[in-house]
């Protein structure tokens, strides 16, 4: 079983910066990697979409939406990825959860909440 802790979410103003974490563990500190992590954020009454999404291998798919404003990276040895949120919009504003992929499991934060205040 994985575990995922996120951090870093808040409220920003538009235009502003703001950086997400999501570290992975397992009981008993067992060793183990994860195939692909993600962010994926939901609004109230929405589904939930993908944000950015990274594989182990390094190679990284983004939503339309923040393509050229948001960046996802991966320390492979920490099993934590991070978000890296520029220029950010009214429209980002949601519940940003955390993903983990490990073979045919998956595996989801608590979330957290971003605010773009105007």
């Known amino acids: 079983q994985v575990q995922l802790v996120e951090s870093g979410g808040g409220l920003v103003q538009v235009g502003g910066s703001l950086r997400l974490s999501c570290a992975a563990s397992?009981?008993?500190?067992?060793?183990?990697?994860?195939?692909?992590m993600g962010w994926y954020r939901q609004v109230v009454g929405e589904q939930r979409e993908l944000v950015a999404r990274?594989?182990?291998?390094?190679?990284?798919m983004y939503a339309d939406s923040v393509k050229g404003r948001f960046s996802i990276t991966m320390d492979n040895a920490k099993n934590t990825v991070f978000l890296e949120m520029n220029s950010v919009r009214p429209e980002d504003t949601a519940v940003y959860y955390c993903?983990?992929?490990?073979?045919?499991?998956?595996?989801w934060g608590q979330g957290t909440q971003v605010t773009v205040s105007s």
């Open positions: 993903n983990a992929v490990q073979g045919s499991g998956t595996y």
């Open positions: 397992v009981s008993r500190g067992h060793y183990f990697s994860l195939n692909a």
């Open positions: 990274i594989s182990s291998l390094g190679t990284t």
